[in-house]
């Protein structure tokens, strides 16, 4: 009641996404003309929600939710939407969903690591190197005093470039490292890389610019919607037409009409054209090839 559609789906994505598992609670009335229809559905937090088996024949007894307290939940007020998961043991691991970022944690981690050490770099950065008197006749306060003039003379972007004049013997060891040494972006970009991939997101669209044309751009929201948003979204039509639908009749079914995607536009006109040079495909079976559902 107190949620839009969009945010409702948004939640269903953002969790299995990010666990695996959708979990979709539905409330319905004990009495009255719509007893047991849901009038009311909830996207559970998937990371707080348990599976209860009831053994090898009744792997789904049912479902507990940790929330400022614990609840349990019959089995067919659930709605689980999980990814494929091959992990089987004893325990019934393999009842859950197995979140992407599980088989791609070590790209995640190296993600991480490289933002972590960038920052790092950026507020502890010791010294370049040593600056040193080959003759060995500086003292303390003299070295000082070479520091701070070279600061004041040759630091900051109005001496870019300037040329240092000692009447000093001096020589030079550096042991800085530059961004550039640790390859540190190098690091990041190859586990953005990495995780679009995980989840068949084109990195153009993540203001990834190395490679990007109008053309790629084009191509790469067109294998979004391909590769990524409608295989999600065909999940969780399947899975409510299992569940839902069966509640308020046996002609209907929950249907996404992909046609009105701009990007996919280009493919339904490869399809109109065959179809009007196919001249024993009927009428009916144009709109059923064209998702025209009546």
Same mark, same amino acid.
């Given at each position: *009641?107190?949620?839009? &559609?969009?945010?409702?789906?948004?939640?269903?994505?953002?969790?299995?996404?990010?666990?695996?598992?959708? &979990?979709?609670?539905?409330?319905?009335?004990?009495?009255?003309?719509?007893?047991?229809?849901?009038?009311? %559905?909830?996207?559970? *937090?998937?990371?707080?929600?348990?599976?209860?088996?009831?053994?090898?024949?009744?792997?789904?007894?049912?479902?507990?939710?940790?929330?400022?307290?614990?609840?349990? !939940?019959?089995?067919?007020?659930? $709605?689980?939407?999980?990814?494929?998961?091959?992990?089987?043991?004893?325990?019934?691991?393999? %009842?859950?969903?197995?979140?992407?970022?599980?088989?791609?944690?070590?790209?995640?981690?190296?993600? /991480?690591? +490289?933002?972590?050490?960038?920052?790092?770099?950026?507020?502890?950065?010791?010294?370049?190197?040593?600056?040193?008197?080959?003759?060995?006749?500086?003292?303390?306060? =003299?070295?000082? =005093?070479?520091?701070?003039?070279?600061?004041?003379?040759?630091?900051?972007?109005?001496? +870019?470039?300037?040329?240092v004049i000692t009447p000093k013997k001096l020589?030079?060891?550096?042991f800085g490292r530059s961004a550039s040494d640790?390859?540190?972006?190098?690091?990041?970009?190859?586990?953005?890389?990495?995780? $679009? @991939?995980?989840?068949?997101?084109?990195? =153009?669209?993540?203001?990834?610019?190395?490679?990007? #044309?109008?053309?790629? !751009?084009?191509?790469?929201?067109?294998?979004?919607? =391909?590769? +990524?948003?409608?295989?999600? !979204?065909?999940?969780?039509?399947?899975? %409510?037409?299992?569940?839902?639908?069966?509640?308020?009749? /046996? @002609?209907?079914?929950?249907?996404?009409?992909?046609?009105?995607? *701009?990007e996919l536009q280009e493919e339904m006109d490869?399809?109109?054209?065959?179809?009007?040079?196919?001249?024993?495909?009927?009428?009916?079976? #144009?709109?059923?090839? !064209?998702?025209?559902?009546?």
């Amino acid at each position: *009641p107190a949620q839009s &559609y969009n945010a409702w789906i948004q939640e269903i994505i953002a969790f299995g996404k990010l666990t695996g598992n959708r &979990y979709i609670y539905g409330l319905k009335p004990e009495t009255g003309a719509n007893q047991g229809k849901f009038k009311e %559905l909830y996207v559970l *937090p998937s990371q707080k929600v348990e599976i209860n088996s009831g053994g090898i024949f009744e792997p789904v007894k049912s479902y507990s939710l940790e929330y400022n307290g614990q609840y349990k !939940m019959a089995a067919e007020d659930i $709605c689980h939407i999980k990814n494929f998961n091959p992990d089987y043991d004893g325990t019934g691991s393999h %009842l859950y969903g197995m979140s992407p970022l599980k088989a791609g944690l070590r790209s995640l981690d190296t993600n /991480n690591e +490289a933002v972590t050490t960038g920052a790092k770099y950026l507020q502890n950065q010791t010294a370049r190197g040593v600056l040193m008197s080959d003759e060995g006749d500086i003292n303390e306060v =003299q070295a000082q =005093q070479l520091k701070e003039k070279f600061r004041q003379n040759y630091q900051g972007s109005n001496s +870019a470039g300037d040329i240092v004049i000692t009447p000093k013997k001096l020589s030079w060891i550096n042991f800085g490292r530059s961004a550039s040494d640790l390859s540190i972006i190098e690091q990041y970009n190859a586990s953005i890389k990495d995780l $679009c @991939n995980i989840y068949n997101v084109p990195v =153009q669209l993540l203001n990834n610019t190395d490679s990007s #044309t109008y053309n790629n !751009m084009k191509e790469a929201k067109k294998a979004l919607y =391909q590769n +990524a948003v409608i295989p999600e !979204m065909l999940k969780i039509r399947d899975e %409510l037409n299992r569940w839902l639908t069966p509640q308020f009749g /046996n @002609n209907l079914f929950i249907y996404f009409d992909f046609t009105v995607i *701009p990007e996919l536009q280009e493919e339904m006109d490869k399809v109109v054209d065959q179809m009007s040079k196919a001249w024993w495909i009927t009428a009916n079976e #144009t709109r059923s090839a !064209m998702s025209f559902v009546s």
